[in-house]
Each structure stands twice: as C-alpha cells, then as structure tokens.
C-alpha cells in the first residue's frame, strides 16, 4: 500500500487549512453559496436534498485497517454512524453538516485520506481491480500504475477545468473486474505479439461511460508499451480538453466527442498530439517506477496446502457457510490462500451501506487474518484480498456476528444501487427502497442460488450512478407526471463481454417492479438450457420477446403500449 510523502502530508494538510478558512468565510456570509460552490466540490462536499454530502476518495479501492477505522470514527463523530460505498470504490457521508467539513478533512489527512478531485470536471478516483496482486489470471498488479495514474492527475494544471468529470479503470487481470469499457478511459494490461512478443503493455480504451448517451469504449491502443503511459494519456486528454463541448453539459463527455469525430479521427489526432510530446519530461522513469513499485511488493507468503479438512467438514455440515464459501470466496494466486468477499447487501438492508461498528469489525478482520488490506469493489462490497485457508472459517464467524456473512456476491441481491431520491437532490425517482423490495423477494438463500449469476443494478436517474445500463437487469427511475417509475432494460454486461441493456417497454410503478423482475426470472428459469446457462446466456440467445410478452402480453406491441402511454 502506498504510503505517502513529505510532499503529500503537506499538500493534504494545506488543503485542509484553506478549505476551513473557505468554510469560515461562508458561515460568516462573507462568500455567497454561488461564490462557495466551487470551492466546496474541489474538496469533494456536496449539497444534497436534506444535508451537505462528503465523498472520500479510497484511490483504486485500497485501505488499511486504520484507514477504515478512521472512516468508522468520522462517520460516528460527524455523521449518523454509516456510510455508503459507491460504484467509483469511494466512501459517502450523506448527513455532513458544513461546520464539521473541516474537522473531517483533517481527521482523514491523519491516515492519508482525503476528498479531492472527488468532484468537479477533473480526473476522478481512479478505479481498478479489487482482486489486484492476489489475482490467479493477472498478468500485472495495476495497483502501481494506478498509483501512477493517481499522482499524474492530482491537481494536473490543464485538467482541472475539463469540459466535464473524467473516470479512469484499469485491470492487470484475464478478466475484467473493474467495468473499463464504461470508463471514459480504460486500461488493460496485456502481453505484447510479434515485435511487442515478451513485454508488457497496456491496451488502451476510449468513450466508454453510462447517463443519457451510454456507450461501450472503443480500442484507441492495442498495445502501448507501459513506459509510456503519462504521455499517451496527456496527448489524449489535451485533445479532450480541446475538443470536447463546453456549451452543453450533456454533450461534454469524451464518448460524444470520440462518438462525433469517430474513433479513427479520435485516434488520429491523439497519435499527431502524442508525436509533439517531448515524451521523456512527462513518462515515469524507471527509477520513479521502481519506488512506487516497492509499496505494492508481494506479500512473502509461504504455499500452503491448497485443502483443509476443518473446512471440508464444516462444508458438509454447515448449509450457510458452504454457500458463503461457494459464492464470496475465491481462489488466490498463492496456494493455500483464498481471496474474500464481504458483502454489504443483506437483503432488506441499503445496498453498499456499512455502519461503523460493521467498518471497525473489517477493519479487525483485516488486522489479524488480512495481512492489514481492504479493498472496495465497485459493486459496493469489500474484499480481503489475502485469507489463510485456514482461517476462513474464523472470518465467517466473525462476520456472521456483524451482520457482514450474506453468500451473494454476484447472485440477484447483490444489487447495484445509488442513493436515488432519499438522498440525491438530482434523481427523479427512490432506488434504495425498490433495491430492498426486489432482495426481499429473492431472500431466499436457494432461489438466489437456483438463478444463478446475475447483475441487477438500479439508478434513480438517467445519470446512472446505478451503472443501470450495464446490468443483466437494469431499472432507471423516472419522473412520470409526478410520480415514481421505473423502466426495465435487459441484457447489460460490465464484462469482457460488455454491452448496453436494452429497453423492454413501457415502466412500471414502484409496487409493480418486485412481480415485473419475478416474471422476468421466471422466463429465464423456463427458459434455460440448464442450471449452466446464465441469465444473460439465455437473453441473448431468446432475445426479448418471450420477455416483453410475459410482462406486458402478445397481444400489443411494446411500440404500440408506448405510445398510448404517452
């Protein structure tokens, strides 16, 4: 884990200084609200419906169990005793108060956290593979280039007033765990053929991203060689910043850019910006590299037997933990190893919420079988990147007494949710309750298993914060003549295979969308080949009709309903 610096002790202390003489100013009325906003969301504090709100970055999902503590205490201290983990692996506070904002800030900067370009129409978090350096399919740990990435883009003079904000995901892994192809840009590392054959590279991404225009990223690179990452990325961004539409806030995103120009156009002027770089004063010596490298050095960690009888037997015995072990733990790169997902989405809870009491018992866990390492994933959970075999069952107990031992991940109740209408002054519709009502429906440990993998993610508006468009099953909430709604897509995928859902037809009120997914299962179910043939399998080979039919009947057309809704 990458610790910091002379340099950014200082830097992040500043900050904190200025930002609460900012803050003084405003309560003494000296600035005005328009006057304070922009000061307030370089330091990662919004103004939602009912309070301020404060995102902290958790730069590519990393923390250490102090780390975590600490967001446990700030979230007591100054909060309601909980936050909520998002989709760009950062942390929420959604009941700040502004006086406090401060005292947070400097309470973050004392475990080296903070909430910079966490906001703004800069270059976001950086998000990258949970399961990085502990992988079994990783070709590289992104995690150093993340960290790259992270201190290129901290306050980069000519990006910090782009034409809109700006997501980065990168993965070192065969698969893809961190979503790149919806990422304005996305990195994949991957080995080089022919004269690139034995090195080591990155390919490279662009315009992916979800909102009212959803697109799949496009190839821009198939293979930059890693050494030259910073300056491939900054002649992509100046053209970015060049290009890209200041007059209309839903045009301003690099996809309608990339989209508008086409990708070869795109790439054209990214190669003709590149070649006027003088690549040596932006690339990462090697030297630079090597420093970073050392703070993401593998663990010294002995092979173990790659069986336990303790665990096969508990196995046998115990129907909850064997389903927790089938579906939340993975296999690790070192024998005798295994890779652990928490998840935050017992069925009825907030989806991604964790209390503080719940942060200082994963804070513990990691501490005393985690080698002191959290991880958070973009579907809102955590991960413990590296358990002894022999301990698994230690940590199940741990977190069954904390509420933290649900055996879903990647199952119907591992939904994707945003904070929607309770929290959010942009949404036009609640997700968190319509999120609760569909994991009460499929609670049931055994119906869950039965459908089998299966992406369910929800927004409460057409920003998809919910990352909607990229689920098996997608709900957008809508504003219809005042009340809640909510369209249904089909067919998203986040993955290697990744697509956009499709919109099934008309939208449903809130009550109606538990039965609307029920049905939708149920034609999965019956439709299925076998148990092996996934959700998304089975839609892509039936196609929507058989499910347009069961929801909304054969005898009109989805069109047709349409437009005698409207």
Not at 24 to 51: I, M, S, W
Not at 405 to 429: F, K, M, R, V
Request: proline share 5%; charged share 25%; with cysteine.
């Amino acid at each position: 884990m990458y610790r910091y610096d002379e340099f950014d002790h200082a830097f992040v202390n500043s900050r904190v200084a200025q930002f609460r003489d900012q803050v003084g100013r405003r309560l003494a009325g000296d600035l005005t609200e328009d006057q304070f906003k922009p000061l307030r969301l370089q330091n990662g504090l919004y103004l939602q419906l009912h309070a301020y709100m404060l995102r902290i970055a958790v730069p590519y999902g990393v923390l250490s169990a102090r780390q975590m503590r600490k967001l446990a205490f700030i979230a007591r201290k100054w909060d309601r005793g909980f936050g909520h983990f998002t989709t760009r692996q950062n942390l929420q506070l959604n009941w700040s108060k502004l006086e406090d904002a401060p005292d947070m800030l400097a309470a973050l900067a004392e475990v080296e956290m903070h909430c910079i370009q966490t906001s703004g129409n800069c270059i976001r978090n950086t998000t990258a593979d949970p399961y990085a350096g502990v992988a079994p399919d990783e070709i590289e740990d992104p995690r150093v280039w993340a960290e790259v990435i992270r201190q290129w883009s901290s306050i980069h003079p000519e990006f910090l007033f782009l034409p809109r904000k700006f997501k980065v995901a990168i993965t070192g892994a065969a698969e893809d765990r961190a979503a790149i192809a919806f990422h304005d840009i996305g990195l994949r590392m991957v080995k080089g053929r022919g004269e690139n054959a034995g090195k080591i590279g990155f390919g490279v991404y662009v315009g992916g991203g979800q909102g009212r225009t959803p697109y799949v990223a496009l190839p821009l690179n198939d293979f930059l060689p890693r050494e030259h990452l910073l300056s491939f990325l900054e002649a992509t961004m100046r053209v970015y910043n060049l290009h890209g539409r200041r007059d209309n806030i839903y045009k301003a995103r690099i996809k309608i850019l990339v989209n508008a120009l086409g990708v070869d156009e795109f790439r054209r002027q990214v190669m003709a910006e590149w070649s006027k770089i003088e690549k040596p004063s932006i690339d990462l010596p090697a030297s630079e590299y090597q420093r970073i490298a050392k703070y993401f050095a593998p663990l010294a960690l002995a092979p173990k037997p790659n069986e336990d009888n303790v665990i096969a037997a508990r196995r046998a015995s115990d129907a909850g933990f064997a389903r927790w072990l089938r579906n939340n733990v993975m296999a690790h790169k070192i024998a005798g190893h295994r890779i652990v997902n928490i998840s935050l989405k017992e069925p009825g809870k907030v989806p991604g919420d964790a209390t503080s009491e719940q942060m200082e018992a994963v804070a513990a866990l990691a501490e005393q079988f985690g080698h002191d390492e959290i991880r958070v994933t973009y579907q809102q959970n955590l991960v413990l990147p590296t358990v002894a075999l022999s301990d698994v069952g230690k940590v199940y107990d741990a977190l069954l007494s904390s509420g933290l031992a649900t055996g879903n991940t990647e199952l119907i109740t591992d939904i994707i949710a945003c904070p929607g209408l309770d929290y959010c002054s942009l949404a036009n519709a609640r997700a968190i309750p319509v999120a609760q009502e569909i994991a009460k429906r499929f609670a049931d440990p055994a119906k869950a298993d039965d459908i089998g993998p299966l992406r369910l993610n929800i927004s409460g508006c057409i920003n998809a914060c919910g990352h909607h468009h990229a689920g098996n099953i997608g709900i957008l909430g809508v504003d219809k003549k005042g009340t809640e709604h909510y369209q249904i897509t089909l067919g998203g995928s986040p993955k290697d295979d990744a697509d956009i859902g499709s919109i099934l037809g008309p939208s449903f009120p809130a009550e109606e969308v538990p039965d609307a997914i029920e049905t939708i299962i149920g034609v999965y179910t019956s439709g299925r080949i076998s148990k092996a043939e996934s959700f998304l399998q089975t839609y892509r080979r039936l196609g929507a009709k058989p499910f347009k039919e069961a929801l909304y009947g054969p005898s009109k057309s989805s069109t047709q309903r349409i437009v005698e809704e409207v």
